[in-house]
């Protein structure tokens, strides 16, 4: 099984949330929050202020740790042929954009970056990220945890 320890940023202002549009190379798109890969020996607080920055061009600040969510996607789920199944770490941070403009990712992956008004987000084909990443901006639990949004329909791996 493969694994990935990623950094995501949940930056909600005056009801609307920042996402970014993902597109891969065989031309699927998904929105998803700014965010990504944690590199090795790099603090994930730092790794989710510089994912904001190469993704949508912002700067930004941690304002607090909402949760972590911890997700195995099964081989056949992804696009990968032959491949195992995967399982990926998300910390997720409130994060406050302080300045920049949204732009696309320079050599990247990511094609846009908006602020989209919540009641929206529904009706989009997003990552499950999304949503985990508002239920636990909106709930707080104090656990940091929050139950696995089910796969299926617009909602995405």
């Known amino acids: 099984m493969s694994f990935r320890l ?34 090795h020996g790099e603090d994930p607080f730092h790794a ?15 304002e607090r740790l909402l949760g972590v969510d911890s997700r ?11 491949g195992s199944a995967h399982q990926n ?3 997720f941070y409130g994060v406050r954009i ?13 094609v846009e970056s908006v602020w989209t008004p919540v009641p929206d987000v529904a009706h989009l084909r ?13 709930t707080v639990p104090p656990t940091g945890h929050v139950a696995h949004v089910p796969i299926g329909g617009l909602i995405q791996h």
């Open 98 to 110: 302080t300045g920049g403009q949204l732009r696309p990712e320079p050599n990247g992956d990511i």
């Open 126 to 138: 997003r990552s499950s990220l999304v949503d985990i990443g508002l239920a636990l901006a909106q």
């Open 89 to 91: 770490v998300g910390i």
């Open 48 to 62: 989710v202020i510089r994912e904001v920055a190469e993704e949508t061009g912002c700067a930004a600040v941690v």
């Open 6 to 39: 990623a950094a995501y940023a949940v930056c909600v202002e005056d009801g609307r949330v920042l996402l970014a549009r993902w597109v891969s190379s065989g031309g699927e798109s998904n929105w998803t929050l700014p965010g990504g890969r944690v590199e």
């Open 72 to 82: 195995v996607i099964p081989a056949a789920a992804r696009a990968v042929p032959g």
